[in-house]
């Protein structure tokens, strides 16, 4: 059974190098679920050739969303509820980037602390 919520909101940044950049959320903690209401990804500095929106970890990804040859200082998003359970993470990688672009992934939800429901 879930607790009461706990909104959010965060910002991951990070300074490209050259090539496949992957900025990710902390993994979920036990006994936490998360839910990501949006998130939205770009790079503020130039194009780059292809951005992919993942859901991860325990030994799967999930393709949520695709975009080829984004433009640069453009907000490409997924506005669907995204659930994360115990062990998963959200992955923003970005292909094609320069040296020193300037990477921002946005993220607003909630998380919530869930106990077992025994009969």
Request: with cysteine; charged share 20%.
């Amino acid at each position: 059974m879930a607790q009461k919520k706990q909104p959010f909101d965060d910002v991951l940044t990070a300074s490209a190098s050259a090539g496949s950049n992957d900025l990710r959320t902390e993994q979920v903690k036990p006994g936490w679920l998360w839910c990501v209401q949006r998130v939205a990804v770009e790079n503020q500095t130039t194009l780059y050739t292809d951005l992919r929106i993942l859901k991860a970890g325990r030994g799967a990804e999930f393709l949520l969303a695709e975009e080829d040859n984004p433009a640069a200082a453009t907000l490409y998003w997924v506005d669907t509820p995204v659930y994360l359970m115990e062990g998963q993470y959200l992955v923003a990688r970005l292909s094609g980037c320069t040296l020193s672009d300037v990477l921002k992934v946005y993220l607003t939800g909630w998380k919530a602390q869930v106990t077992e429901v025994t009969p």
